[in-house]
């Protein structure tokens, strides 16, 4: 089944700064989706990206379908982005099912 | 709030014990995926259901079992309960399978079997 690969596993970072999250995968894929996971558990929706570039707010993500990559950029973090921050894809070869295959994630940890 | 209901929210069992885990859709959602996230084996899909049919299946023990309803919410079942069977189970949403089709997650429920 497709393979998903997140880096770094581990990020700490001083409020205020920027940050970049990867994520590749070994197929292709027909849906692309990260996730922000706060201390509480919950699994919060960032962007739906299978292509193409999106922003919202401080937060943007980039997926270049072709090189089988997704970047998540953080800019000025703050301390409510600390968590795990999970991509997920679905491949192109699953059917039409279109369930999720998750990453290990990337925890998050921004210092005041 | 995505709209993703799950009940209980927490809910502590012995071993050997059965429970039912309760999933409300998004309204208008056909789509139903459960998934189980632990400590060592991260975020798995279990199973899913489109419009009360069973779609897909993945790492999901022959103990649990699922279904969903007319109403189209959805129910997991755990039965025989094992220590390893502690996690954090996640009911998801979508209007559709497949591809151009956002998946929305609940809060989950914490399980703790003792």
């Known amino acids: 089944g497709i393979q998903v690969e997140q880096s770094p596993p581990d990020l700490i970072l001083q409020e205020g700064a920027n940050s970049t999250l990867r994520c590749n995968f070994s197929?292709?894929?027909?849906?692309l989706q990260w996730f922000h996971q706060n201390p509480w558990g919950q699994l919060i929706n960032l962007f739906y990206i299978p292509s193409g570039t999106k922003q919202n707010g401080r937060l943007s993500a980039t997926t270049v379908a072709t090189e089988r990559y997704s970047l998540l950029y953080i800019s000025s973090s703050q301390t409510t982005d600390s968590g795990v921050y999970f991509c997920?894809?679905?491949?192109?070869?699953?059917?039409?099912?279109?369930?999720?295959?998750f990453g290990k994630g990337t925890k998050l940890s921004v210092k005041p | 709030d995505s709209g993703v209901t799950q009940t209980p929210k927490h809910l502590i069992t012995a071993t050997g014990q059965r429970v039912t885990l309760r999933c409300s859709p998004r309204?208008?959602?056909?789509?139903v995926y459960w998934y189980q996230q632990s400590l060592d084996q991260g975020l798995q899909f279990l199973i899913q259901y489109y419009n009360g049919e069973e779609r897909a299946k993945g790492n999901i023990l022959e103990r649990f079992s699922a279904q969903q309803f007319p109403d189209l919410h959805s129910e997991l079942n755990l039965s025989s309960l094992e220590l390893g069977d502690s996690a954090l189970y996640f009911c998801?949403?979508?209007?559709?399978?497949?591809?151009?089709?956002?998946?929305?997650f609940g809060e989950g429920s914490w399980l703790t079997v003792v």
């Open positions: 998801a949403s979508s209007l559709r399978q497949g591809a151009g089709n956002t998946i929305y």
């Open positions: 309204s208008g959602d056909l789509s």
């Open positions: 997920a894809v679905s491949s192109i070869y699953g059917g039409s099912q279109g369930n999720l295959i």
């Open positions: 197929d292709s894929v027909n849906n």
